[in-house]
């Protein structure tokens, strides 16, 4: 039945916030000499898992149970059993939920961004997957509920095989959207407008640079940024020793590794006095 299958929700609460844990624990690990940028895109990993190996899966055996139900429908047996069952497991989802909109809000406000916006543009999917893990099983157990009570109501044992089926749409749906973000994130994607132009703002202002070709900032992980900037120095610092110019430039490196989300910086210099590149490990 409907309600069985959404039985399930917990399950996955359990299991999502498993994998979540781990991602965080090996993300921590310290950068080596086969990760230069450390272990942040492990996170991305373990939710793209998660979409998969939970959401998909389950989704398509919701499916398949209400095929199932469909054929060889069931009668009603302990009505008010179920509806205790789904109320109480309603209760425990909607202070999940609670919690996880709350830490989604937070950092939405900060970043000054509304919830979906944030939803789409996290760098951090630990917070929402569970979210939408959450959403997922509230609406599940409404849809349990209602097949439930209309199977109650009619006698027609189809309604729950209808709400199972619309469980399982709603978990794939869920896999989807969780699998993309993971994906666009392994790819490198590169961060936002609200997040790079701040950044591209910082190069510009230093009186040093004459003009910034090209600013690319990808994600090595959750609110981790590597960023590479390409400037051409003013005129006036093009007829200054090459020494000062390395020192302006570390300087400038320096100042935006101040930054909580940026963890690694590649400036390159281009200009009539000077045309070579000062890597991380080069300036500063």
Same mark, same amino acid.
């Given at each position: 039945?409907?309600?069985?299958?959404?039985?399930?929700? $917990?399950? #996955?609460?359990?299991?999502?916030?498993?994998?979540?844990?781990?991602? !965080?624990?090996?993300?921590?690990?310290?950068?080596?000499?086969?990760?230069? +940028?450390?272990?942040?895109?492990?996170?991305? +990993?373990?939710?793209?898992?998660?979409?998969?190996? !939970? +959401?998909?899966?389950?989704?398509? %055996?919701?499916?398949?149970?209400?095929?199932?139900?469909?054929?060889?429908?069931?009668?009603?047996?302990?009505?008010?059993?179920? !509806? @205790?069952? %789904?109320?109480?497991?309603?209760? +425990?989802?909607?202070?999940?939920?609670?919690?996880?909109?709350?830490?989604? /809000?937070?950092? $939405?406000?900060? /970043?000054?961004?509304?919830?979906?916006?944030?939803? #789409?543009?996290?760098?951090?999917? $630990? =917070?929402?997957?569970?979210?939408?893990?959450?959403?997922?099983?509230? !609406?599940?157990?409404?849809?349990?509920?209602?097949?439930? %009570?209309?199977?109650?109501?009619?006698?027609?044992?189809?309604?729950?095989?209808?709400?199972?089926? @619309?469980?399982?749409?709603?978990?794939?749906?869920?896999?989807?959207?969780?699998? /993309?973000?993971?994906?666009?994130?392994?790819?490198?994607?590169?961060?936002?407008?609200?997040?790079?132009?701040?950044? #591209?703002?910082?190069?510009?202002?230093?009186?040093?640079?004459?003009?910034?070709?090209?600013?690319?900032?990808?994600?090595?992980?959750?609110?981790?940024?590597?960023?590479? =900037?390409?400037?051409?120095?003013?005129?006036?610092?093009?007829?200054?020793?090459?020494?000062?110019?390395?020192?302006?430039?570390?300087?400038?490196?320096?100042?935006?590794?101040?930054?909580?989300?940026?963890?690694?910086?590649?400036?390159?210099?281009?200009?009539? =006095?000077? #045309?070579?590149?000062?890597?991380?490990?080069? =300036?500063?």
């Amino acid at each position: 039945m409907a309600e069985e299958n959404n039985d399930g929700g $917990s399950t #996955r609460t359990v299991i999502v916030a498993v994998l979540a844990n781990l991602a !965080i624990a090996v993300a921590k690990k310290e950068p080596d000499s086969r990760h230069s +940028f450390g272990y942040g895109q492990e996170r991305y +990993f373990w939710t793209f898992l998660a979409a998969l190996g !939970i +959401f998909l899966v389950g989704g398509t %055996l919701s499916i398949g149970e209400g095929v199932r139900s469909l054929l060889t429908p069931e009668p009603l047996e302990s009505l008010w059993v179920g !509806i @205790g069952v %789904l109320v109480i497991a309603f209760g +425990f989802e909607s202070y999940s939920w609670h919690t996880a909109r709350k830490q989604l /809000r937070a950092e $939405s406000q900060q /970043r000054q961004r509304s919830l979906v916006e944030h939803l #789409r543009r996290a760098s951090d999917p $630990s =917070a929402t997957t569970v979210f939408l893990e959450d959403t997922a099983a509230l !609406i599940g157990l409404v849809v349990a509920l209602a097949a439930l %009570l209309l199977h109650a109501a009619t006698g027609w044992a189809g309604w729950d095989a209808v709400g199972s089926m @619309g469980i399982g749409v709603l978990l794939i749906v869920v896999a989807f959207l969780l699998a /993309r973000r993971s994906k666009t994130l392994l790819l490198d994607e590169s961060a936002p407008p609200d997040v790079l132009e701040p950044i #591209r703002a910082q190069v510009a202002q230093a009186d040093w640079v004459g003009e910034v070709h090209e600013l690319h900032a990808v994600y090595v992980g959750p609110s981790s940024l590597l960023v590479n =900037a390409w400037v051409t120095p003013a005129r006036a610092t093009c007829r200054e020793p090459a020494a000062y110019l390395v020192r302006r430039v570390a300087q400038l490196r320096s100042e935006l590794l101040r930054h909580p989300a940026i963890e690694h910086v590649t400036v390159t210099v281009d200009g009539e =006095a000077a #045309r070579s590149p000062f890597p991380d490990t080069a =300036a500063g």
